[in-house]
């Protein structure tokens, strides 16, 4: 008997009839003859309608009501599929993220799971109940409501599986599995059966939409294999879990793109140390996540320096970046909110040469000009002209070949 | 310094303007230098909305889930109170029924209040806060979320006046507080200034929306005093206080109506010990509230038994007795619902003979023929046709001179 943790998030719950087909799986899955443990999002259009409601009364709601607000809508979700269920003839039980005591921060919108406690699920598994948990919310020390952020259901459903020493934990979504790149821009992106955690945790951070960072990093620390696959049939997905378990890994497992940054360049900065630090600072201190920084020393004893920001705080960065370049006395700030982030990720990078000239040459090929270049140990991306961007990973995916089958068979 | 506790039904908090609207009342009681407590309802439509959601899935929901889901409604409510107290500058704190630790039964969707642990709304209250609470809701000793069933709203707010010892517990409606009778079918009906416990009493239970009897009992238990008045004037509405606060009784204080009662009558029954019981136990055994009970015993050895039962509950009520009427060799069962009650309600009533008889008379007059007759000591009710209702409402009205101001001024 297999104890599976499953996550269904607000699409797959959208609506009465979707919550119905969800409690047809779980009893399947049940009948199957395992433990189930059931986390879910609200219902899709339901955070929108309540942020709405707020909105309606100031600009700035207190964080600590809007979770409280918030949270509502898992457990609407909770208890529409535990009646679900118990209509079926299967017997569940709802936990709020109260009556579970799934322990967070204080971090009001964005909180951080600190310690789960199993007794009250566990209870009632051995019950023989499927249990119904509320994802996205928690409590802090002094029993405040709060909320995880986003990506929070998947974060609660991989915690509880870890807590919970549960085999595996399934992400259901609305597609079919993780795949080599966006179908919408590469119709030949191929659905990759397994992928390891860091490869999926540097896809996520660029772009990929499947699972969010924090849930992936939360598997990855507690060895909990991750099984993303479509609530909407019954295709196998794929399979996200460490880099010993997939037998040989790809050069390049997938190519991922990032729309949602702007680019920034102060030119002519004194070469000094600490300058990158002073131009920096205030923008970071803004609570703007700086992501790429590339720093050229010229022969005139000048550097320059180009950042990338998200384009939310573009505007905001940008007058920072000014500011700072005034008092350092740097020559002048160039800005562009035309660009795009093309990415190329895998694991096999790390023992084969050559990955990044191929890339860079299969884009100049194309007469695409790369901005900025930055790396890491899997992954490579590459700033070009926005106007590109399809263009350069519909490029990719074909010359790094990644709609074929891999060669060597992975390890299933 | 005075501490009023303040509920505000789901018409006073129906949409975000009216949200608005009772945050600024709750600042204006706030600045005349008292502490507030605030009980609030769902918005009004939200109940529906949720309930419609777990009628899609299923006929017979779980309690304990429909519990988990409609308690979401006033939990969305605290939170946007809080939210437009916060934006107006004025430090509030919502409460969920398990934060307060409103301790029920577990009887789901009809829960009792057994305990209200008033150290963490003290706490709030001791910081300078605006205390939320999220009425009809609380937990029961396993921690799982119960809900209180009708007029639970009302229900919370008098018994965490009366947790707290509280000055007085504030009841907002969309009416201008009790009035001598229903407005609506008596042009002249009077509000009234004061009004005793159990003349509400029997008027709640007689069919007056105003308050439900449960909150009444509970307020007349703890000797909390409440104020029920309009939470879109300014005007003073009607207290809700004990017998000896009121200077002089009146004989009548109001007439009321129901026309949810149907009415069934056996016919000849053999007139022994037990046969009541015999007849009504199988109907009651159905969760059928019997109301009115009337019993002629005939010359021959025969008795005439007549009662009330719910509309909703005729049909059931009805075959019931015809089964029992078998049973007891019974002549025969005559049945109507088209009838309505009809009643007086008054303090005064005990201490003055003759208005029983005046009441008849005034019937009488119209042509009106009575059915049944039930008194206690502040109350008379008639069964009348149901054509005849309205009438009988206005020709007690006028014929008791209740639209006059009382010539003995109220003790205010």
Same mark, same amino acid.
């Given at each position: ?67 409280? *607000?918030?949270?509502? $809508?898992?457990?609407? +979700?909770? #208890? ?6 118990? &209509?079926?003839?299967? @017997? =569940? ?45 928690? *409590?802090?020390?002094? $029993?405040?409501?709060? +909320?995880? #952020? ?6 609660? &459903?991989?915690?509880? @599986? =870890? ?250």
């Amino acid at each position: 008997m297999a104890l599976i943790v499953q996550k269904y998030g607000g699409t797959s719950v959208g609506d009465t009839a979707r919550i119905a087909r969800v409690a047809d799986r779980v009893i399947r899955t049940r009948e199957s003859g395992n433990q189930v443990i059931v986390v879910v999002s609200a219902m899709a259009g339901e955070t929108n309608r309540l942020t709405k409601l707020a909105a309606d009364l100031t600009d700035t709601p207190s964080e600590r009501e809007m979770d409280v *607000i918030l949270s509502t $809508g898992e457990q609407v +979700t909770i #208890g529409l599929l535990s009646i679900a269920l118990d &209509a079926r003839g299967c @017997a =569940a039980r709802s936990f709020t993220g109260s009556q579970v005591r799934i322990t967070t921060d204080s971090a009001f919108s964005k909180a951080r799971i600190q310690k789960i406690d199993d007794s009250a699920i566990r209870q009632a598994l051995d019950r023989g109940e499927v249990v119904v948990v509320a994802g996205f919310q928690g *409590i802090d020390e002094a $029993g405040n409501i709060t +909320t995880l #952020g986003r990506g929070g259901s998947d974060t609660s &459903a991989v915690a509880i @599986a =870890a807590a919970l020493g549960a085999d595996v934990c399934e992400i259901y979504t609305d597609v079919d599995g993780v795949f080599t790149s966006d179908p919408g821009v590469v119709p030949s992106a191929r659905m990759l059966d397994r992928v390891s955690y860091d490869e999926m945790l540097e896809m996520a951070s660029l772009g990929a939409k499947v699972l969010h960072i924090r849930s992936v990093l939360f598997a990855k620390k507690y060895n909990v294999p991750l099984h993303v696959r479509s609530s909407f049939n019954d295709k196998e997905g794929t399979l996200v879990t460490r880099e010993e378990d997939i037998m040989e890994a790809l050069e390049v497992t997938g190519v991922t793109y990032n729309r949602d940054e702007a680019k920034i360049t102060v030119v002519g900065v004194p070469d000094q140390p600490g300058v990158a630090a002073k131009l920096l600072g205030p923008i970071t201190d803004c609570n703007i996540i700086v992501d790429m920084i590339v720093q050229n020393v010229g022969t005139d004893g000048h550097a320059d320096v180009t950042f990338t920001v998200p384009k939310a705080d573009f505007k905001k960065a940008l007058s920072c970046a000014q500011e700072a370049a005034r008092e350092l006395r740097a020559r002048e700030v160039l800005s562009d909110d035309r660009v795009a982030k093309v990415s190329i990720v895998g694991m096999g990078m790390k023992n084969h040469a050559g990955v990044a000239s191929r890339m860079f040459e299969l884009l100049s090929k194309e007469g695409i000009n790369i901005q900025i270049i930055s790396t890491s140990e899997i992954k490579i991306s590459c700033v070009i002209d926005d106007k590109y961007a399809e263009l350069a990973v519909r490029t990719l995916h074909d010359g790094f070949e990644l709609g074929k089958e891999p060669a060597v068979a992975e390890n299933t």
